[in-house]
C-alpha cells in the first residue's frame, strides 16, 4: 500500500481524535441504554464526515473511497469498535447516491445540507420479501398527474428516529400503467404522517433503532424523484462498491481495536507462571487473527483505488467484494480469538469485547450477506455459472 | 491585527515513548507524529481571536525538519490563514528556536504571539520565555484566559496557589496553558481548504540568524523498572526500612 499523503494523515488524525473522545465506555452505556449517540453523531456532522465524497463545490471534501475507507476504519479503530459504523454507512448511503444522481438545483440542495451535516438521511431498500434480492421489492410508487403516491412496507430501516430525510427505494408505475416499469428512488421527508415505524429488537447496535416502516398513501411531488424514472437500480450502482467497502473497513477497525485491548490485556494477565500472552495457545491465534487483518486491509485499500480510478469497473466490482468477504470473515476471527483471551471476563460487559463480538456479527449479514458476495466472487470473477 | 503562533512537531501524546536500543536518543521511527497539544491550544485561540473580529490575520510557524510541514497543514486546517516553515536539521534547542522566531516576528511584525507554554518532548518552558526577551515584548506565560482591550492585552495566568491578572501592552507574548481552551478538531471540508493556503520556506541565512547548538545530548535511557514490593511484618519494621533502607524519613 502506498504511503498515505498529507491530507490523507490529516484526515486520519480527526477521525482518530474523534473516536477518542467518545471511546468505548461511550458506546457501552449507550448501548446498555439503547441510548441514541446523539453527541458523536453531532460531532461526525459538524466534522463534515458526511460530505467526504461530496464535491467540494457543493460544500464536501471532495475525496474519494480511498479517503471513506480510512475514515471508516479510523473511526472503529480509534475507539468506537462497531459502534459507529452502522450509523455512519446506512447515513452515507443516501448522500452517496445524491452525489451521483441529484440532478435539480432542488435536489443539489438537499445533497449540500446532507454534506454539511445539518440533515441525516437514512435508507429504505429491504422489504421482509426482498432483502438480498432486491428486485422482488413490492412497495410500490404511482405515478399521478403532479405527484406519486407510494404504498408499502419495509423491514430493518435504520434511524428513521432521528433523520430528516429518506431515500426510499421503490417500484415504479407510469401513469395509467399497471405494470412496474423497474425501480425508481425518492427522497422523501421525515417524520412525516404517511409513514409509521416501529423498532425490531435486535442481537446488539442498540444504539440504533432499525425498524419496520409501514407507507402508506405517501404523495411526493414529482421534484423527489432521484434520478430517472425506472431506473433506480442505475442510480445506486455506483455504490454498490462503497457500500461492500465501507462494511469491510469498518470491520477491520473494529477488529483491529478488539485486538490491541486483548493484546494488552494478555501481556499483563498472569494465571500460571507467565503473562498468558507468552501462552501458544493465547499467542498464535492473535498473531493469525493480525495477518488476516492486514491482509484485508490492503486488499480494501486495492479495491478503493480500482474504484476511484475507474478505469476497469469489472476488476473494481470483484475486489470490492473479495474484500468484504475477506475482511469480514477476518473481523470476526479477530474478534473471537480476542473474546477468547479475556477468559470470563470476555464474557462481562465492562471488557467491552461481547459488545464488539455483537457487533461484528452485523457485517456478515448487512447491508450484504457473505453469501452474496461468494456468489459475485462465483459468477463474475471465476465465471462459475449461476444457479438462482 | 496579526497574530503569530508557534507550533512543534512532536511525538503524539497518546504515544508511549521509548529509548533507542542504542540508548543515542529517543525512538522516532515509525512513532505518529502530532502538533504539540499546547500549541494546539495556542492556534485555536488565535483562531477564536479572528473568528470574535479581534485579529485580522492568524500566522503559524514551525521550526524543524521538512516533515513539520504537515503540522503548519493542520494548524491551516484549524483556521489559520498562512504559514511559515523555518527549515532546520535535526533539533534544535530553546535558544535557536527562540532566535529564529526572532527572526520571523521581526519580519512579520505581529502585535500578538500565541506559543505553547512548553513541549511535551523537551518539556523546558523556555522559549516563550526567551522570545520575550530576545523581541523585548512583554510576556504573559501559562495563560489561562486572555482578553484584547485596545492596545493593551489582559493575561489570567495560572500561578502557584491561584490567578494573576497581568495587563501587557500590545505587541506581547503569550504562552498557553491547558485550560486556556478545548481545540477543536480540523473539519474535513477544512482540511481540504488547508491544501490552498500558503505556505512559505524559508531557513536560518534568510532569515539572519546562526545556529550554534550548546547542549550535547549524551544519552537516552528509560526509568528504572519498578521492582517488585516486598510485604512487612509489622509497624516496626515499616518504619525501619523507611528510615534506614529508603532512607525517606530520619
Ligand atoms: C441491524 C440491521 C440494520 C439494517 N439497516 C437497513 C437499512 O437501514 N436499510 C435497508 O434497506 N436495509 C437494512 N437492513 C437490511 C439488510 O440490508 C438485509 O438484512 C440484508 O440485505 C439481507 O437481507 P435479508 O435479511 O432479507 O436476508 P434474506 O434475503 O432473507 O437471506 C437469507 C439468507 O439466504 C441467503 N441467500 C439468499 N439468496 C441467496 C442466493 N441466491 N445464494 C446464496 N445464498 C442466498 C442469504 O445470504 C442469507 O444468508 C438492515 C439489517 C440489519 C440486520
Ligand atoms: C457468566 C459466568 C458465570 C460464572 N460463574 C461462576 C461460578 O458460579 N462460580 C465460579 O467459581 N466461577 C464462575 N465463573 C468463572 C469461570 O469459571 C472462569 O471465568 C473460567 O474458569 C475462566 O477463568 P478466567 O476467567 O479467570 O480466565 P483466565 O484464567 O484469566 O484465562 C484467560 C485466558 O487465558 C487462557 N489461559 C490461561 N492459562 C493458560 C495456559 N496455561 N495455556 C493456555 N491458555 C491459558 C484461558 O484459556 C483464557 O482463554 C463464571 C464465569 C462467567 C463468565
Redesign the pocket.
Known sequence: MTALTETQLMVVATAEALAQRFGPEYWREHDENEAYPEAFINALCESGFFGVTVPEALGGSGQGLSDLVLVMEALCRGGGGGGPALGYLFGLLGTMTLVHAAESEHQQDELKALAAGERLCAFALSEPDAGTNSFNISTTAIEREDDFIINGAKWFITNLQHSQRLLLVTQTQRAGSTESCGLSLFLVNLPNEALTFTPTPKHGFNYYKSNQLFIDDLVVPKSALIGELGKGFASLAPTLNAERLLVAAGAVGTARLALRAAVTYAKD?V??RAP?GS?Q??QHPLAGAHAKLEAAWLMIAEAAALDDAGTNPERAAGMANMAKYVAVEAAIETCYQSL??????G??REYHQERWWREVQLFRLAPLTQQMTLNFIGQHVLGLPKSY | MKALVAVKRVVDYNVKVRAKADGSDVELNNVKMAINPFCEIAVEEAVRLKEAGTVSEVVVVSVGEKSSQEQIRTALALGADRGIHVEVEGRPEPLEIAKLLKGVVDKEQPQLVILGKQSIDGDNNQTGQMLGALANMGQGTFASEIKVDGDSLQVIREVDGGLQTLKLTLPAIVTTDLRLNEPRYASLPNIMKAKKKPLEVTNPAELGVEVKSHVTQLGVAPPPERAAGIKVEDVAQLVDKLKNEAKVIS
Open positions: 494477565r494465571v500460571f498468558i501462552h495457545a493465547i477468547q483471551t479475556y477468559g470470563g471476563a464474557y462481562a
